[in-house]
């Protein structure tokens, strides 16, 4: 009966996720569940407006709400028992609040990249994620261990979630790739436009690591001690990715 509990919980939660994205015409790989909580399979985040992101990824908490609400109305009209609403209470509140811990890929660790995108540059974003999740990993797993008795969930899970975030920090390169080429082909949404002070011995690459989302940035660098040179992020796009200049420094480019 509480597996039951726990999947039709984990299954409401990962099909508000998924019926977002769908509104959004996301592209959804799979989406899979497990013990207090799942996983939607997406290429989308870090690519869509953070606003679009947020929904969905909320879409997926907000469904605890009427969880609650159903879960009252069959207690009160006497359609299920006191333990059993109990236990139905209790698996959803620790799901909601697992899933909302900051941590990625949970719920409450998008939300905090998401916000992180925003403030720092994507590819410190990216590093500062990861690494903050890896960290809470090993606190949490270290007070359990020394708090709390040894339990085979709780084992999975924090295995899960280290594997999980392992295997994110080998991929950010590509994620951030991924981030470049929307910008390069004119899908980014800008809200505004922010100019970077860089100095002209940085690689496009070294340029492309302060960019920041739903920014379209102006590039200036010192051409003398009286002038400077303007340059969009296009041209700096274009160089890379059509022309290959990978290792040429961007005062020599322009």
């Known amino acids: ?58 879409a997926g908490p907000i469904q605890h ?27 959803n509140t620790v ?15 998008k939300i905090l990249f998401y916000l992180l995108s925003v403030i720092l540059p994507f590819r410190k974003a990216l590093d500062a994620i990861f690494l903050l999740s890896l960290s809470l990993c090993a606190f949490l797993s270290i007070g359990y261990i020394i708090f709390y008795p040894f339990t085979l969930t709780f084992t999975a899970i924090m295995i899960f979630l280290f594997l999980e975030n392992r295997l994110e920090w080998k991929r950010r390169f590509y ?7 929307v910008r390069y082909r004119g899908n980014e949404t800008v809200k505004k436009i922010e100019p970077l002070y860089l100095p002209g011995n940085l690689t496009l690459m070294d340029v492309f690591n302060h960019f920041k989302r739903e920014r379209r940035h102006l590039i200036i660098i010192p051409a003398n001690e009286r002038s400077v040179k303007r340059i969009d992020e296009t041209d700096c796009l274009h160089a890379y990715f059509r022309e290959k200049q990978y290792t040429k420094r961007i005062k020599d480019l322009f």
């Open 175 to 181: 994620v951030f790739m991924r981030f470049l080429m």
């Open 65 to 91: 709400i009427p969880i609650y609400l159903v879960l009252h109305a069959l207690f009160y009209l006497e359609l299920i028992s006191e333990p059993l609403f109990q236990t139905a209470i209790w698996y």
């Open 1 to 58: 009966m509480e597996m039951m509990i726990i999947f039709a919980i984990v299954f409401i939660h990962e099909m508000g996720h998924y019926l977002a994205a769908k509104f959004f015409k996301w592209r959804v790989k799979r989406v899979m569940l497990w013990v207090f909580g799942g996983v939607m399979e997406t290429e989308e985040h870090g690519n869509r407006r953070v606003k679009e992101e947020l929904i969905v990824t909320l």
């Open 95 to 109: 799901i909601l609040l697992f899933n909302l811990l900051p941590i990625w890929p949970l719920d409450g660790g």
